[in-house]
């Protein structure tokens, strides 16, 4: 009898060490132990509460967010977050870290992602700041462009690159979605196709164009030419499109405002620019004759720190852009 249970206790520890080896093919279903950065913040973030700027790699629950209007912010951001807009904002920095795992250079890949994602999501309002400039303003309208004041403190950004989604929840904004450091293209794709599938009350354009340009008339109040972008996939024409002021307190354009009219055929084909200006003889930055002509452009009456909105045809904000 000794020797017969001392045969089952070896059996029974074999087969436990065989077990705990992963042994046979279990093995093959095992996770690899060289997990990713992404995973192992995901991980860390999900055994704790998710704030903003702890260093997670992506949120696990919509975080509450509110906009501090009374510190500078980029005017085009507050606008935006006035209309209750669908939001993605993204900082990075233009010189490689040396300091960054693995020697990648993450800002410029995902800020490539980024631009070329921003193309498939039209109803999505994009931000994104170098984050050495914040600018020395007081006041979002003391913030030249590109300048972001204090918007990156009140998201709590830590390391770049940063890129959070915004979406309107009741009388307040949420975080969606928030991912520091490299993040590959195929999340950020399915966070932005996430974001973009929340039921808003939006005021914002499906078609995907943008200010490049807007040259004011001598007087400096006036608008002599603009010039538009198109970023979408197909052809757009600026028909029936119009300039107007929107309000600083709101962010929403008073359709009964003095404004900008094009009333002529403007095509633009997909990754081309048009200008349009307030006579036909006008000639662009480019040393063109501008393509069309709009209506309206010497009433404006424009001054330092003005917000213009782009309105398509349909009264939807396509952009903004600060004078």
Same mark, same amino acid.
């Given at each position: 009898?000794?020797?017969?249970?001392?045969?089952?206790?070896?059996?029974?520890?074999?087969?436990?060490?065989?077990?705990?080896?992963?042994?046979?093919?279990?093995?093959?279903?095992?996770?690899?132990?060289?997990?990713?950065?992404?995973?192992?913040?995901?991980?860390?973030?999900?055994?704790?509460?998710?704030?903003?700027?702890?260093?997670?790699?992506?949120?696990?629950?919509?975080?509450?967010?509110?906009?501090?209007? =009374?510190?500078?912010?980029?005017?085009?951001?507050?606008?935006?977050?006035?209309?209750?807009?669908?939001?993605?904002?993204?900082?990075?920095?233009?010189?490689?870290?040396?300091?960054?795992?693995?020697?990648?250079?993450?800002?410029?890949?995902?800020?490539?992602?980024?631009?070329?994602?921003?193309?498939? @999501?039209?109803?999505?309002?994009?931000?994104?700041?170098?984050?050495?400039?914040?600018?020395?303003?007081?006041?979002?309208?003391?913030?030249?462009?590109?300048? %972001?004041?204090?918007?990156?403190?009140?998201?709590?950004?830590?390391?770049?690159?940063?890129?959070?989604?915004?979406?309107?929840?009741?009388?307040? @904004?949420?975080?969606?979605?928030?991912?520091?450091? %490299?993040?590959?293209?195929?999340?950020?794709?399915?966070?932005?196709?996430?974001?973009?599938?929340?039921?808003?009350?939006?005021?914002?354009?499906?078609?995907?164009?943008?200010?490049?340009?807007?040259?004011?008339?001598?007087?400096?109040?006036?608008?002599?030419?603009?010039?538009?972008?198109?970023?979408?996939?197909?052809?757009?024409?600026?028909?029936?499109?119009?300039?107007?002021?929107?309000?600083?307190?709101?962010?929403?354009?008073?359709?009964?405002?003095?404004?900008?009219?094009?009333?002529?055929?403007?095509?633009?084909?997909?990754?081309?620019?048009?200008?349009?200006?307030?006579?036909?003889?006008?000639?662009?930055?480019?040393?063109?004759?501008?393509?069309?002509?709009?209506?309206?452009? =010497?009433?404006?009456?424009?001054?330092?720190?003005?917000?213009?909105?782009?309105?398509?045809?349909?009264?939807?904000?396509?952009?903004?852009?600060?004078?």
């Amino acid at each position: 009898m000794p020797l017969k249970a001392g045969l089952l206790a070896l059996l029974a520890l074999t087969t436990l060490l065989i077990a705990g080896c992963g042994g046979g093919d279990d093995a093959a279903s095992t996770p690899p132990a060289s997990a990713t950065a992404t995973s192992t913040a995901s991980a860390a973030a999900a055994s704790a509460p998710a704030t903003v700027g702890a260093g997670q790699a992506e949120t696990f629950k919509d975080t509450p967010f509110a906009l501090n209007m =009374d510190q500078p912010v980029p005017p085009d951001f507050r606008a935006a977050y006035q209309r209750r807009s669908l939001i993605s904002v993204q900082f990075y920095k233009e010189s490689q870290d040396p300091f960054y795992p693995q020697g990648l250079q993450p800002d410029v890949k995902v800020q490539r992602s980024m631009e070329s994602l921003s193309r498939q @999501y039209p109803t999505i309002e994009f931000f994104s700041y170098e984050i050495t400039n914040p600018g020395a303003a007081e006041t979002s309208e003391g913030l030249d462009r590109a300048q %972001y004041g204090t918007l990156p403190a009140q998201l709590g950004v830590g390391i770049t690159p940063y890129v959070v989604t915004l979406a309107p929840d009741g009388d307040q @904004y949420v975080i969606d979605n928030l991912f520091q450091g %490299y993040t590959p293209r195929a999340v950020l794709s399915q966070a932005l196709f996430d974001l973009s599938a929340t039921e808003v009350e939006s005021n914002t354009s499906d078609v995907d164009v943008v200010i490049e340009q807007l040259e004011l008339t001598d007087s400096g109040s006036g608008l002599e030419y603009i010039s538009i972008a198109n970023q979408s996939t197909q052809e757009v024409n600026l028909q029936g499109f119009s300039l107007r002021l929107l309000d600083p307190e709101t962010g929403e354009v008073n359709p009964d405002s003095v404004g900008v009219q094009i009333n002529e055929d403007v095509l633009i084909q997909p990754g081309e620019s048009a200008s349009v200006g307030r006579l036909p003889s006008v000639v662009d930055a480019d040393g063109d004759r501008v393509e069309g002509v709009f209506e309206g452009g =010497d009433a404006l009456q424009l001054a330092p720190g003005d917000q213009l909105a782009l309105i398509d045809s349909g009264g939807a904000v396509a952009n903004t852009f600060t004078v």
